[in-house]
Every structure is written in structure tokens, then in C-alpha cells.
């Protein structure tokens, strides 16, 4: 008798730690989701592409609270799935893209350079340098890593001069001789954006505020 009564308590807390577990899992799961989704996340700088803005390497903080109350503006650095990247929606696939969890979607990190409704175009001087022309206007962009490392403009890149939709974003990455942007696959819809890059905080030497 004694025997199976000590047999009815371990199975109980057996079941306890179980279902203490279970709620533990799912609590985490579901904290992990709120935060990605309405917080932010933080992202890994995997590429030369915004340089010397930002190192392979680094870690940012990618804001994802203003996209409920602002659009992207001109100069914002923005993560996002290019246009090329087909967004799978199966329940595995959102719970992944949501959780962070084995997630393989592959997601850009570039600034916005011209907004919807725009007229974007790249221009090269005599000098062999590059600027970027918004309706007909020079932008101006201490933050590129040199006006003079642009590729050639082919039939296949989009130099300009093009007008963008009423959804539609340029982006390039500062590094601009060294950077798969919308000049290769074209411009952006909103609807691709994850979030706005708000703080670099890794390593410390590179700590700023974007």
C-alpha cells in the first residue's frame, strides 16, 4: 500500500514538472513573439555591403514599434526581404519568421534612398565620381564609403532616370562598388520591410545611435 503511494506522489510531480515546463515553453515562446513583432529584434551585419556605416559583424537593434505609426524616410536603414526572397506562409514558416526559430528566410540590410513617387537617377561626372539625382535634385551622402567605387551601369541595372510607385522604395547599401541593392533587383515594396535599424551596440567600440 505504502509502495504504491509513493508510486501516485512521483507520478504526480512527474506530471507537475511536465506541466510547469509546458507552461514555461509556451510563456517564452509567446514572450518571444510579442517582442519580435511589436518590440524589435536585434540582427547580425553579415556583409561589406554598408560599409563603413556599419561592419561585418556587428549587432543593431532593429526597431519595429514605428512601423504602426510612421513610414521609412529618406537616409533610414532599414532590414527587410528583398523582392527576390519568396516568403513561404505556411504555419512552420510564420512561426519561424515570428520566433526567430530556424528561421532560413534571408533578409537585407540597405538605406532608403528614394521614396514613392520619386525620381531616382545615378549621374557620373567628368570626374569619374557618382551622384545620385532625387527629381533632378543632388542628394547629399557623407555616410557612402566612396563616390568614385561605383559599377558600370549595364541594360540590366536600374541607373535611372525612373519614377517610383506610389508603394515603392530605392534602396543601396553605402558601400555602394560592393552592394546587391535595387540597382540589381529592383525597387522595394513596403510591405518587405521588417524594421528600422535603431542602435549599434556590438561590438562596443562601434556604439552609436542611428
Known amino acids: 500500500m505504502e509502495n504504491e503511494q509513493n508510486?501516485?506522489?512521483?507520478?504526480?510531480?512527474?506530471?507537475?514538472?511536465?506541466?510547469?515546463?509546458?507552461?514555461?515553453?509556451?510563456f517564452?515562446?509567446?514572450?518571444?513573439?510579442?517582442?519580435?513583432?511589436?518590440?524589435?529584434?536585434?540582427?547580425?551585419?553579415?556583409?561589406?555591403?554598408?560599409?563603413?556605416?556599419?561592419?561585418?559583424?556587428?549587432?543593431?537593434?532593429?526597431?519595429?514599434?514605428?512601423r504602426f505609426y510612421s513610414v521609412p524616410k529618406r537616409g533610414d536603414i532599414m532590414i527587410f526581404y528583398p523582392p527576390q526572397e519568396k516568403l513561404k506562409n505556411t504555419p512552420i514558416a510564420i512561426f519561424s519568421r515570428l520566433t526567430g526559430f530556424f528561421c532560413k528566410d534571408v533578409a537585407y540590410i540597405k538605406r532608403v534612398i528614394a521614396l514613392p513617387g520619386e525620381k531616382f537617377e545615378i549621374v557620373q561626372n567628368d570626374d569619374g565620381s557618382n551622384d545620385?539625382?532625387?527629381?533632378?535634385?543632388?542628394?547629399?551622402?557623407?555616410?557612402?564609403?566612396?563616390?568614385?567605387?561605383?559599377?558600370?551601369?549595364?541594360?540590366?541595372?536600374?541607373?535611372?532616370?525612373?519614377?517610383?510607385?506610389?508603394?515603392e522604395y530605392f534602396m543601396m547599401g553605402d558601400n555602394r562598388g560592393h552592394s546587391s541593392d535595387?540597382?540589381?533587383?529592383?525597387?522595394?515594396?513596403?510591405?518587405?520591410?521588417?524594421?528600422?535599424a535603431k542602435l549599434l551596440f556590438w561590438p562596443f567600440n562601434h556604439f552609436k545611435l542611428f
Open 7 to 26: 508510486k501516485d506522489t512521483k507520478e504526480s510531480k512527474i506530471k507537475a514538472f511536465l506541466k510547469e515546463t509546458l507552461d514555461t515553453a509556451v
Open 182 to 196: 535595387s540597382r540589381y533587383w529592383g525597387v522595394l515594396k513596403k510591405d518587405r520591410f521588417i524594421g528600422k
Open 132 to 167: 545620385i539625382l532625387i527629381n533632378g535634385n543632388k542628394l547629399d551622402e557623407p555616410y557612402i564609403m566612396d563616390k568614385y567605387e561605383y559599377p558600370v551601369c549595364t541594360e540590366s541595372m536600374i541607373c535611372g532616370p525612373v519614377v517610383l510607385g506610389d508603394d
Open 28 to 66: 517564452v515562446i509567446v514572450a518571444i513573439i510579442i517582442i519580435r513583432f511589436f518590440i524589435g529584434e536585434i540582427r547580425w551585419i553579415p556583409s561589406a555591403s554598408m560599409r563603413p556605416t556599419l561592419l561585418e559583424g556587428d549587432r543593431v537593434f532593429v526597431d519595429r514599434i514605428s
